[in-house]
């Protein structure tokens, strides 16, 4: 019903006042009624010999009032409870309606307090005794129809009409079997104030009624399981049919719901035991929606933090990344599932990770201790983009969640990937699944993956590069997501930056920011040794692994692992150059830069560590020690692909990607990366032609000059 908007539902305007009577205007009166009047209007009268007079509150003046106009006195819009014609008396239903007969039926929720005696209610016989009919009303309600008021015997479960004739103090209710004929039928509700679920703790052991959305919908093998969430919070309501039973089958995810049911505690947390429930239409609807929306807006809100280090370019790149902090937050509060797709190197696991740990508390807090197993996942990609085998294991697992939990389709968190024009085609198939997607990543962008994404955070945007890492931006990002965590990954991006050869003067701050901690040579053997378990772990994330490596565990532990695997990587580094390196041919080319090719498929151990882009790496390295004070470049390629590492030569890999994709037309060029460092793939028939173009291309860029001894090896391949 409408509250009127003229007289905001109290059926009278203000017109006018005049003089109390009671008083003559004086707001005041000398005598009172002794048994009548309070302690303080007599203590009135004794003091002052008078007292405010009761009737204007001691103002004079009374209000004059007439009826409102617009709602004839009613306050409000009545509406027939079986026609829904408007009403212009306050009643239940319109006079035509009122010819036959009604039959109240009490829905789930509604108890012995909300029977009116004399009113007729349809039942189900639920027993026969000696002396009379059980009748069951609902669930909750039943009464007894005595042998005096029974024309026939009934049968258990039969459907019958009684009238109440009587309520006991003690709740036993008297019931007399009725014929009703042709009769309107009205459902009688359970009226409730509805209850904000971070109120519920004071409610424990009493009935409630809560407005919200439906999160999720989860069938176990006893109860069903409805979470719903109002603007102050999420909580967990069983509803119970059979063993394994849906209930409630009208009840989806997305509704506007009101529950009505008896509040608990079960296993340390504030459940509901749905009695009814009913999805909310129209004006109803859009409000408990609205505020719902309201106020997820407002706690999704990131934290305002100074940076970590001062930056030039990130500084200019906050915005984007808490417009990216705010989406995270929004969906842990709407219990979306948030899968995090990142570069399995030392960059994109540190950044991960970050994000890791600032999101799994808030998961838990929000869905409860075991909401991270069904809300969050986080998987390595092999190759710097988001490729066709990641979005296909996605949207598998997304849509087996949808299809046995009702889940929602999961936000996609890109990192060190997502950028460049070899994502789209994942993207597009994402995009048809209706799943959302960031990136953060700094990788050189293309335009072309805009149109798929939320939010996109690259240095790229504000004039940076590479060397401004995603582990430094995503650290950031992480701690605007969750304050709290700012110690525990406070020296990710000092293990991004040394992962990733980093240069950019970000770099040198965010290793001192920890170094009292680490060292540098310590930052090293961090991200040597997740470069070598992301070798193993292949498609997994191996959380606890990873945590130890990055110190977010045991210390001791810590030191071992890094320590164990690093050992083991600089072996099979060792292993690999002594097989590999006599095997590379040296060039100098017409710009100058000293060449090195080295043919990993032949000359280099297959499927071990390091993979050919590490081999082409640590080649590269030793190489540029050899030519110091030179520009170098090496390719490390094999039958079908080529990776590519350089110091002075100012290339742009992915344009050149572009250009050999025009220029060989059949030779299926496709590839990217940074814009000096980065990989190539072919068809292994024209991998002759695509070389050589690639050579000319190399020659034909300018060359920086070098420093010699005490600079910094070049860019890290990521392939």
């Known amino acids: 019903m409408n509250l009127c908007e003229r007289c905001g539902g109290k059926g009278y305007r203000t017109v006018g006042d005049k003089g109390c009577p009671n008083c003559k205007g004086t707001g005041k009166i000398e005598s009172v009624s002794l048994g009548e009047a309070s302690a303080t209007e007599i203590n009135d009268l004794v003091s002052k010999g008078s007292t405010r007079c009761p009737v204007c509150k001691g103002e004079g003046k009374i209000?004059?009032?007439?009826?409102?106009?617009?709602?004839?006195?009613?306050?409000?819009?009545?509406?027939?409870?079986?026609?829904c014609a408007k009403l212009n008396v306050k009643a239940e239903v319109c006079p035509s309606c009122s010819k036959k007969p009604i039959v109240r039926v009490l829905e789930k929720a509604c108890d012995t307090g909300d029977l009116v005696i004399g009113d007729t209610y349809r039942g189900k016989v639920s027993g026969i005794a000696n002396f009379g009919a059980f009748v069951d009303l609902n669930d909750h309600v039943r009464g007894l129809a005595h042998n005096k008021f029974l024309k026939r015997t009934p049968e258990v479960g039969e459907e019958i009409y009684v009238r109440v004739r009587n309520v006991?103090?003690?709740?036993?209710?008297?019931?007399?079997?009725?014929?009703?004929?042709?009769?309107?039928?009205?459902?009688?509700?359970?009226?409730?104030?509805?209850?904000?679920?971070?109120?519920?703790?004071?409610?424990?052991?009493?009935?409630?009624?809560?407005?919200?959305?439906?999160?999720?919908?989860?069938?176990?093998g006893g109860p069903t399981i409805f979470t719903i969430a109002d603007d102050s919070g999420l909580v967990f309501c069983a509803a119970f049919?059979?063993?394994?039973?849906?209930?409630?089958?009208?009840?989806?995810?997305?509704?506007?719901?009101?529950?009505?049911?008896?509040?608990?505690?079960?296993?340390?947390?504030?459940?509901?035991?749905?009695?009814?429930?009913?999805?909310?239409?129209?004006?109803?609807?859009?409000?408990?929606?609205?505020?719902?929306?309201?106020?997820?807006?407002e706690r999704a809100n990131p934290a305002h933090l100074p940076l970590l280090v001062e930056s030039e370019i990130i500084s200019r790149l906050q915005p984007k990344m808490r417009q990216v902090a705010k989406e995270i937050r929004r969906a842990i509060l709407k219990s979306k599932p948030i899968v995090v797709r990142h570069h399995a190197d030392a960059d994109g696991m540190s950044a991960a990770v970050a994000i890791e740990t600032a999101i799994l508390p808030l998961i838990r807090e929000v869905g409860g201790t075991d909401a991270e197993y069904h809300n969050y996942r986080r998987a390595p990609s092999k190759a710097p983009f988001y490729e066709l085998e990641d979005?296909?294991?996605?949207?598998?697992?997304?849509?087996?969640?949808?299809?046995?939990?009702?889940?929602?389709?999961?936000?996609?968190?890109?990192?060190?990937?997502?950028?460049?024009?070899?994502?789209?085609?994942?993207?597009?198939?994402?995009?048809?699944y209706g799943l959302e997607m960031l990136v953060v990543d700094h990788h050189h962008p293309d335009e072309a993956v805009d149109e798929y994404l939320i939010a996109h955070v690259n240095p790229a945007h504000q004039g940076g590069d590479f060397g401004v890492t995603t582990g430094m931006i995503a650290t950031e990002i992480a701690r605007m997501i969750n304050p709290t965590v700012e110690e525990k990954i406070k020296h990710f991006p000092a293990v991004s930056a040394v992962g990733d050869r980093s240069e950019a003067p970000e770099a040198a701050r965010y290793i001192g920011l920890v170094e009292e901690r680490f060292s540098i040579e310590d930052l090293r053997d961090i991200a040597l040794a997740l470069d070598y378990e992301a070798f193993w772990l292949r498609f997994n994330d191996g959380r606890g692994l990873i945590n130890d490596i990055l110190c977010l565990g045991r210390l001791d532990r810590h030191?071992?692992?890094?320590?164990?695997?690093?050992?083991?990587?600089?072996?099979?580094?060792?292993?690999?150059?002594?097989?590999?390196?006599?095997?590379?041919?040296?060039?100098?080319?017409?710009?100058?830069?000293?060449?090195?090719?080295?043919?990993?498929?032949?000359?280099?151990?297959?499927?071990?560590?390091?993979?050919p882009g590490k081999t082409s790496g640590e080649v590269h390295d030793?190489?540029?020690?050899?030519?110091?004070?030179?520009?170098?470049?090496?390719?490390?390629?094999?039958?079908?692909?080529?990776?590519?590492?350089?110091?002075?030569?100012?290339?742009?890999?992915?344009?050149?990607?572009?250009?050999?994709?025009?220029?060989?037309?059949?030779?299926?060029?496709?590839?990217?990366?940074?814009?000096?460092?980065?990989?190539?793939?072919?068809?292994?028939?024209m991998r002759k032609e695509v070389l050589a173009k690639l050579v000319e291309k190399i020659a034909a860029s300018p060359v920086d000059a070098v420093p010699s001894a005490g600079s910094k090896a070049g860019e890290k391949v990521e392939a």
């Open 63 to 83: 209000p004059v009032t007439e009826d409102c106009g617009d709602c004839g006195g009613l306050g409000r819009d009545y509406l027939c409870a079986i026609c």
């Open 168 to 220: 006991a103090p003690n709740g036993n209710i008297e019931l007399e079997p009725v014929e009703v004929g042709e009769h309107h039928t009205l459902e009688v509700k359970k009226e409730l104030p509805a209850t904000r679920i971070d109120e519920l703790d004071k409610s424990v052991g009493k009935m409630v009624s809560i407005e919200g959305e439906v999160i999720q919908v989860k069938q176990t």
């Open 241 to 297: 049919e059979r063993a394994g039973v849906r209930a409630w089958p009208e009840i989806d995810t997305e509704m506007m719901v009101r529950a009505i049911g008896d509040v608990s505690v079960r296993n340390g947390q504030i459940q509901i035991e749905i009695r009814s429930m009913k999805q909310l239409w129209g004006g109803e609807a859009s409000s408990v929606k609205e505020r719902i929306e309201r106020s997820i807006d």
């Open 391 to 432: 979005v296909t294991k996605d949207l598998t697992y997304a849509l087996e969640d949808q299809s046995r939990h009702d889940q929602k389709m999961p936000l996609i968190v890109l990192l060190d990937n997502g950028s460049t024009e070899e994502d789209v085609p994942a993207m597009k198939q994402a995009q048809i």
């Open 559 to 611: 030191r071992k692992i890094v320590q164990l695997l690093c050992q083991q990587a600089k072996e099979a580094i060792e292993e690999q150059l002594r097989a590999s390196l006599a095997h590379v041919k040296t060039q100098t080319l017409p710009n100058g830069a000293v060449m090195n090719v080295l043919d990993v498929e032949n000359y280099a151990h297959k499927f071990t560590f390091p993979p």
């Open 622 to 685: 030793r190489l540029c020690k050899k030519y110091d004070g030179k520009a170098v470049v090496t390719i490390g390629y094999g039958p079908d692909f080529a990776v590519l590492r350089s110091r002075g030569v100012r290339m742009n890999i992915p344009r050149m990607v572009r250009e050999l994709r025009e220029e060989i037309a059949a030779g299926g060029v496709n590839g990217g990366g940074h814009l000096v460092v980065g990989s190539i793939k072919f068809v292994g028939g």
